[in-house]
T-cell receptor
């Protein structure tokens, strides 16, 4: 499979649950990103990993915890989320961590109940 | 002031018409500029980069005005399949991160 793959596509979780989002890229890219997209708002950058090191953490609450075990895989671990965390979570990758060549996954639509 | 501002629309346009939308950005140090397209409930996809001299890709023309800090997208002979949200994107001054507009929704009607 090519491109950026995200699972699951849809997730409904309670506020006390723990779940993880998974992202996998087969493009040989060195940088991976997590974005949050809420309705009628711009994409918000959450985390950036370049060569498996976290290089950016945009004041994201600790209930979101990223993990990048290798350059092809990225996880977002979720625990004790709030209803306002309901959104589309998008994973992206790029060749060198710059502006060019972004490829997005299809996203996980998360609903917190 | 928002870092990247776009008219949210929706722009309702008849098929075959020409439509244009603009975007303004706040940081004069931004170096790269893009238009992305996002279909309903799908991920964003790169439509085209925007160059200082202006560039064209088929029915799409992008322009950049650095002095006024705005970017435009023109779509000629619009198709039903052009219906989507168009996202204006600029790079942060470090040229590393992308700063996204909230998007302009376009609806092409038969």
């Amino acid at each position: 499979e090519t491109g950026v793959t995200q699972t699951p596509r849809h997730l409904v979780m309670g506020m006390t649950n723990k779940k993880s989002l998974k992202c996998e890229q087969h493009l040989g890219h060195n940088a991976m990103y997590w974005y949050k997209q809420s309705a009628k708002k711009p994409l918000e950058l959450m985390f950036v990993y370049s060569l498996e090191e976290r290089v950016e953490n945009n004041s994201v609450p600790s209930r979101f915890s990223p993990e990048c075990p290798n350059s092809s895989h990225l996880f977002l671990h979720l625990h004790t989320l709030q209803p306002e965390d309901s959104a589309l979570y998008l994973c992206a990758s790029s060749p060198r961590g710059g502006a060019d060549g972004y490829t997005f996954g299809s996203g996980t639509r998360l609903t917190v109940v | 002031r928002k870092e990247v501002e776009q008219d949210p629309g929706p722009f309702n346009v008849p098929e075959g018409a020409t439509v244009a939308f603009n975007c303004t950005y706040s940081n004069s140090a931004s170096q790269s500029f893009f238009w992305y397209r996002q279909d309903c409930r799908k991920e964003p996809k790169l439509l085209m980069s925007v160059y200082s001299s202006g560039n064209e890709d088929g029915r799409f023309t992008a322009q950049l005005n650095r002095a006024s800090q705005y970017i435009s997208l023109l779509i000629r002979d619009s198709k039903l399949s052009d219906s989507a949200t168009y996202l204006c994107v600029v790079t942060a001054p470090n040229n590393y991160q992308l700063i996204w507009g909230a998007g302009t929704k376009l609806i092409i009607k038969p």
